[in-house]
């Protein structure tokens, strides 16, 4: 399994802006779908946005429609997930995950996790 190291997380105000990188290493990173989920205190984790392997297929959940995106450089064996107009109902941990060559918007459907990185967004 990959492993995975999520990063640049915190505090920002409404209508900010934050981008999370996620550094994957032990695995052949251009094989892996990435994706990114949230998990609010007393909620269960949630589908945010995934990046295909080939980065042809990209699927966002409709809460961030238009205000997130989401990239992979293989080089660096990275994903982003640039978030823009952040809103307070945005606050989770966000977690990156990995999947090999394979797509889907479950929690279930992803087999590598990162620790997660605390985003809290003030009103």
């Known amino acids: 399994q990959v492993q995975l190291v999520e990063s640049g997380g915190g505090l920002v105000q409404a209508g900010g802006s934050l981008r999370l990188s996620c550094a994957a290493s032990g695995g052949t990173f251009s094989s892996y779908t990435m994706g990114w989920f949230r998990q609010a205190p007393g909620k269960e984790r949630e589908f945010v946005a995934l990046?295909?392997?080939?980065?042809?297929?990209?699927y966002f959940a409709d809460s961030v429609k238009g205000r997130f995106t989401i990239s992979r450089d293989n080089a660096k064996n990275t994903v982003y997930l640039q978030m823009n107009s952040l809103k307070p109902e945005d606050t989770a941990i966000y977690y990156c995950?990995?999947?090999?060559?394979?797509?889907?918007?479950?929690?279930?459907?992803?087999?590598?996790w990162g620790q997660g990185t605390q985003v809290t967004v003030s009103s």
């Open positions: 995950a990995a999947e090999r060559l394979r797509i889907g918007v479950g929690v279930s459907d992803f087999g590598s």
């Open positions: 990046i295909s392997w080939t980065g042809a297929g990209i």
